[in-house]
């Protein structure tokens, strides 16, 4: 089998999944106690986007240390594609969690520590791409870009687990407490839902990634032949 056929085949099995998770979400898995009408449906997508922005993170941390250590435009191009799907699902978890938080407390945004987190992390992130732009030279760009992505990630894990857990949050630890222990207290098939759907966004996200990394070495072949 040819790698477009593997391609195509594994872009409809990773539709087909997310259809089901879709409608596992809504018609499968319970509403849970303590929630006002179906708000707690929100967890299936909302961790799921969160998770994905921290991956996408690391992703970008690790192709910017290969930039620093190769100097391949294409481990530029991945750190760049990396970081601007983290802030992208960044933004789809704040907007999903504000969703929630007016559901639960009639207010968009309540000022609490994971809503003022996540909103510094989104400042840090859109910053790099600030960055990217304000520099024209390519190679001075992709290693100024390379030096902040490693400082900007060591904030990441302080904005996400720690500091929200410092301070007393609105926001429900049904899945990791507040002493950082996994806790699962959850329906099993709310369970079984949640972990169908981080497998879909995760699969998302990297089909995602692919195809910004494959036209960046489209862009990259040619910009060379025309340098040629």
């Known amino acids: 089998m040819s790698d477009n056929r593997v391609r195509t ?19 499968w ?36 240390l290969r930039y620093l250590r190769t100097r391949d435009p294409l481990d530029d191009a991945r750190a760049a594609a990396a970081a601007r799907l983290g802030l992208v699902f960044s933004l789809l978890a704040t907007v999903t969690g504000s969703i929630f938080a007016h559901v639960m407390w009639n207010s968009f945004w309540n000022w609490d520590p994971r ?25 001075r760009r992709a290693s100024l870009s390379a030096a902040y992505a490693i400082l900007a990630f ?24 507040a002493t950082g222990k996994l806790k699962m207290q959850m329906d099993p098939r709310m369970l079984q839902t949640l972990f169908a759907s981080l497998v879909g966004f995760t699969g998302l996200f990297f089909w995602l990634y692919t195809l910004d990394v494959r036209l960046a070495r489209v862009r990259l072949a040619r910009q060379a032949r025309e340098e040629a």
């Open 29 to 64: 898995a319970p509403a849970a106690a303590g929630f006002k009408g179906e708000s707690s449906r929100i967890v299936f997508f909302h961790v799921p986007q969160a998770w994905v922005a921290v991956l996408a993170f690391c992703v970008n941390l690790i192709a910017s």
């Open 9 to 27: 085949a594994l872009h409809w099995l990773l539709g087909a999944w997310l259809v089901l998770v879709i409608a596992a979400a809504f018609f």
């Open 154 to 177: 060591v904030t990441m894990p302080f904005l996400v687990f720690v500091v929200p857990r410092i301070y007393w949050s609105l926001h429900p630890d049904t899945i990791i407490g």
């Open 115 to 139: 809503e003022i987190s996540i909103a510094i992390l989104l400042l840090i992130y859109a910053a790099y791409f600030a960055l990217r732009e304000a520099v024209p030279d390519e190679e």
